[in-house]
């Protein structure tokens, strides 16, 4: 370590400081005994990056499939906001066809367009789409909210003092994190060629 230390002197580097778990690193151990959390990873710049990117922030991110925590840098709040873009195209999505609920969405924004307020098919498949991408985001949406408990249940765990129990309930939080996201990508619409594109 200490030349590690050393070597952030000789380039004038110093930490960039975070936000989230200070641990960066565990190793996956199942019980108390073996368990062990550190801080290995971290964000460093000097002087003149710092003065660049006023307005950085780091985050030590979840870490997923690895023992290491991804540690993000954004540069600053606008970062990553594109302009307005056209209409996102609409896709059905295989994981739609397995919710209940789907079939009688797609019935019912079919017959709304038939009879006397009869259109083109495209006027139907319009309909039904957006139906269907309403229905998409109210599911995902409680999703999002059971997705953001599930990891700030499972960021308080990992805060704990560590012992059988801690170790037992963070890997319960982990696999439950793990298949919500899972249903998440399930279920998400995909950027993926258009099949419609909305007007």
């Known amino acids: 370590m200490d030349r590690f230390r050393e070597a952030l002197e000789d380039c004038s580097l110093t930490d960039l400081g975070f936000m989230g778990d200070p641990f960066t690193w565990c190793n996956n151990c199942h019980n108390s005994d073996g368990y062990i959390r550190e801080r290995l990873d971290r964000a460093v710049a000097d002087i003149d990056w710092r003065s660049r990117f006023p307005s950085y922030r780091v985050i030590n991110g979840e870490p997923r499939h690895s023992d290491h925590r991804p540690i993000i840098v954004v540069l600053n709040e606008e970062e990553g906001a594109i302009g307005s873009q056209a209409a996102p195209a609409f896709r059905f999505e295989a994981g739609w066809a397995k919710e209940e609920e789907c079939a009688t969405i797609v019935e019912n924004a079919w017959k709304l367009t038939v009879g006397p307020r009869a259109g083109s098919v495209e006027d139907a498949v ?64 995909k950027s993926t060629p258009a099949l419609i594109r909305k007007r």
Not at 133 to 141: A, E, F, Y
Request: net charge positive; proline share 2%; with cysteine.
């Open 126 to 189: 319009r309909e039904v789409a957006a139906e269907l991408l309403d229905w998409s985001r109210n599911v995902l949406g409680d999703l999002e909210k059971r997705i953001k408990r599930a990891r700030r249940a499972l960021e308080e765990c990992r805060r704990n003092t560590l012992d059988a129990r801690t170790v037992a309930w963070e890997e319960i939080l982990k696999y439950k994190l793990e298949k919500l996201e899972e249903q998440r990508s399930f279920l998400a619409p």
